[in-house]
Nanobody, 116 residues
């Protein structure tokens, strides 16, 4: 059975940086485009960033473009999200999943809180 485990969240001041990591089971990651998603307080879950299996192609939500960078290391079964210039509106629980997401794979996520 596939799994995804997110880590790296925390409390940071506006303008700061965090690097999120997602470790996946091999069967979850192999040949799959992967993405990061987030759910802020009182909001629906939304797309943040995606990366192709080989890593050559990436896509970002307009709200994070130029500040966030998605990457992956298939040898380590891992996907990363480097977040710079964080804003209070980036506060959310961040999740990784395939892209498009598979509902059976949602994990616990990792909380990111950005203080002003």
């Amino acid at each position: 059975q596939g799994y995804l485990v997110e880590s790296g969240g925390g409390l940071v001041q506006a303008g700061g940086s965090l690097r999120l990591a997602c470790v996946a089971s091999r069967d979850t990651l192999v040949s799959a485009p992967m993405g990061w998603f987030r759910q802020g307080p009182g909001k629906d879950r939304e797309f943040v960033a995606a990366i192709s299996w080989g890593g050559a192609s990436t896509d970002y939500a307009n709200s994070v473009k130029g500040r966030f960078t998605i990457s992956r290391d298939n040898a380590k079964n891992a996907v990363y999200l480097q977040m710079n210039s964080l804003k209070p509106e980036d506060t959310a629980i961040y999740y990784c999943n395939r892209n498009p997401p598979d509902d059976i794979l949602w994990g616990q996520g990792t909380q990111v809180t950005v203080s002003s």
